[in-house]
């Protein structure tokens, strides 16, 4: 069993929907990250928290809005994506960046854009 | 160059083989390693955390070669339940940035 939880397991929306992923953990990491995967590739980094403040954005665009309400959880507002953003989304966890430890990965959320 | 590389596959071997993948990294400062594996639309999840002095979980063996600068993984006796893409991923202390390779696909035939 994972330690990440993320929900909604699987998403469908339109263009002009606005929906959000929602991540959460118990184990005390301070960083918690979003990636986006897309088939047969690997993760690839959208945003990072440390310490419930935003440390990395990898030149994501807007429609695409990150929140860290607390150092457990973490949010992925959604709103006027593409067909291209179909993909899945991974959150993950690790103890801080002096650690360097192993990222904890949640089942990830798998969203369709129609 | 990529920062971190690794041989896409297929790699299709027999059950009972033995199957070793390389990943090499092109940052000399990064610090840890990591092999994890990733089954169709799940997560990755970890395999093995790979240390200086090399080391091993069972069938596992995975190494570092840091003047080389690549890790390896060794599967011995393989089973169809390994048959899963292997992503090499690399880090460095002090930085968020976690490096996934391409990831190599191996399929275990019966």
């Known amino acids: 069993d994972t330690e990440v939880t993320q929900t909604p397991k699987h998403l469908v929306m339109g263009m002009t929907n606005k929906k959000s992923l929602k991540c959460e953990q118990h184990m005390g990491h301070r960083a918690m990250y979003w990636y986006k995967q897309k088939a047969k590739k690997p993760p690839e980094l959208m945003f990072v928290y440390s310490y419930e403040k935003l440390s990395i954005n990898e030149s994501v665009p807007s429609r695409f809005s990150p929140e860290c309400p607390n150092s457990s959880l973490l949010n992925l507002h959604l709103h006027a994506l593409q067909p291209e953003d179909s993909a899945l989304y991974l959150c993950?966890?690790?103890?801080?960046?002096?650690?360097?430890?192993?990222?904890?990965f949640g089942e990830g959320s798998r969203l369709t854009v129609l | 160059r990529k920062e971190v590389e690794q041989d896409p596959g297929p790699f299709n071997v027999p059950e009972g083989a033995t199957v070793a993948f390389n990943c090499t990294y092109s940052n000399s400062a990064s610090q840890s390693f990591f092999w994890y594996r990733q089954d169709c639309r799940k997560e990755p999840k970890l395999l093995m955390s790979v240390y200086s002095s090399g080391n091993e979980d069972g069938r596992f063996t995975a190494q570092l070669n840091r003047a080389s600068q690549y890790i390896s993984l060794l599967i011995r006796d393989s089973k169809l339940s390994d048959s899963a893409t292997y992503l090499c991923v690399v880090t460095t202390s002090g930085t968020y940035k976690y490096i996934f390779g391409t990831g190599t696909r191996l399929k275990v035939l019966a």
């Open positions: 993950a966890s690790s103890q801080d960046s002096a650690a360097a430890g192993e990222l904890f």
